[in-house]
């Protein structure tokens, strides 16, 4: 399974985002999804996660309120529109992808499989 992130960029505090990732190769195979990001020389820190049907979704404290998370299965894409950006969001974002058992959204990273490469958001204050 390949993934590839799209949409970062640098955006004033307050404004929105809205970041895409798309699988392809061996996509049945892909069940939860989500998206992490990572400051600097910090650990990779969960964002949001969605489960395979899309019916359930969890959030980061950080991220409740203000961000959203959603997949096409049948586009094999993963999104999450971000409003009221703060600078403390600046950071790269990663899209996951689980292909073990479960349906569900997967919390720990440890859960995952496959990684995108990233894509750096930047908010100005």
């Known amino acids: 399974v390949q993934l590839v992130e799209s949409g970062g960029g640098l955006v004033q505090a307050g404004g929105s985002l809205t970041l895409s990732c798309t699988a392809s190769g061996r996509t049945t195979a892909v069940n939860g999804m989500g998206w992490f990001r990572q400051v600097a020389d910090q650990a990779r820190e969960l964002v949001a996660t969605i489960s395979w049907s899309g019916t359930s979704t969890y959030y980061a404290d950080s991220a409740k309120g203000r961000f959203t998370i959603s997949r096409d299965n049948t586009k094999n894409t993963l999104t999450l529109q971000m409003n009221n950006l703060k600078p403390e969001d600046t950071a790269v974002y990663y899209c996951?992808?689980?292909?073990?058992?479960?349906?569900?959204?997967?919390?720990?990273?440890?859960?995952?499989?496959?990684w995108g490469q990233g894509t750096r958001v930047t908010v100005s204050p």
């Open positions: 996951g992808a689980g292909v073990r058992g479960t349906t569900q959204y997967l919390i720990q990273e440890r859960e995952y499989d496959y």
